[in-house]
């Protein structure tokens, strides 16, 4: 069993919204900065979101800005990403990804890939008319 589990995906229609959710089964998510990645057919893994462990702060990637956002529920251990104004170019597998935070860095935003250490295996979001 995979630390975090992804739920939510599905095919949409250009402009359409989808809201994707992390969970986690084995440790307790609010501990742990999160961040969305997906990975298009033919392509590299990419950042998309991530959001701090105190949920303070977030960062997005420049290609969703304004269009996606992340937020945590720490009372119910996940991690949420809302899609909305979704295009084609968004399909991919997207995977929600954690790293614990220790100490006063309760805001810190990881914003490179090999920070995060728990992955979970994905979902497909396939956007198309």
């Known amino acids: 069993q995979t630390p975090l589990v992804e739920s939510g995906g599905g095919l949409v229609q250009p402009g359409g919204s989808l809201r994707l959710s992390c969970a986690a089964s084995?440790?307790?998510?609010?501990?742990?900065?999160t961040g969305w990645f997906r990975q298009a057919p033919g392509k590299g893994r990419e950042g998309v979101s991530y959001?701090?462990?105190?949920?303070?702060?977030?960062a997005y990637a420049e290609s969703v800005e304004g269009r996606f956002t992340i937020s945590r529920d720490n009372a119910k251990n996940t991690v949420t990403l809302h899609m909305n104004s979704l295009k084609p170019e968004d399909t991919a597998v997207y995977y929600c990804?954690?790293?614990?935070?220790?100490?006063?860095?309760?805001?810190?935003?990881?914003?490179?890939?090999?920070?995060?250490?728990?992955w979970g295996q994905g979902t497909q979001v396939t956007v198309s008319s």
């Open positions: 990804a954690a790293v614990k935070i220790e100490g006063d860095y309760a805001d810190y935003v990881p914003e490179v890939m090999n920070e995060y250490d728990q």
């Open positions: 084995e440790f307790t998510l609010r501990y742990y900065a």
């Open positions: 959001i701090s462990k105190s949920g303070r702060r977030t």
